[in-house]
Structures are given as structure tokens and as C-alpha cells.
């Protein structure tokens, strides 16, 4: 039981790491593109988006890939 329970955080930890990353490299670089609205917005609305987007970074990472594509 405690295996699975580690295994669990273990997976969990990942997820928001490799959120954390995105987020920082997409509030950087890409949420532009997504949205051309956001080109002007400083940086206290891109800290209030850090938080959900480390959370639904999976989301966004394929409409990134979306508008990338048009």
C-alpha cells in the first residue's frame, strides 16, 4: 500500500514539474500566439495565469500545438 502511495506522489510530482516548466517557458514565449490579446499584459496577470496553467498545462500545451499548426 505504501508502494502504491509513492508510486502515486511520485507520478503526481512529475506532472506538476513538468507543469511548472511549461508554464514558465509558454507565460514566456507562446501564450502570444495562443492569444494576441495578451501581448500588452504585464506581469502580474501572467502570475495570476501561473497557478492554473502548472495545473491544466496539458491543455494548453495542445492548443499551443494547435495554433502553431493554422
Known amino acids: 500500500m505504501e508502494s502504491t502511495i509513492s508510486i ?12 511548472v516548466l511549461f508554464s514558465i517557458f509558454f507565460l514566456w514565449k507562446g501564450i502570444s500566439k495562443v492569444d494576441p490579446g495578451t501581448d500588452e499584459s504585464g506581469f502580474f496577470f501572467k502570475l495570476l495565469l501561473f497557478p492554473g496553467m502548472c495545473f491544466f498545462w496539458f491543455l494548453f500545451f495542445t492548443k499551443w500545438l494547435k495554433s502553431n499548426k493554422q
Open 8 to 19: 502515486l506522489l511520485s507520478i503526481i510530482g512529475i506532472y506538476l514539474l513538468l507543469g
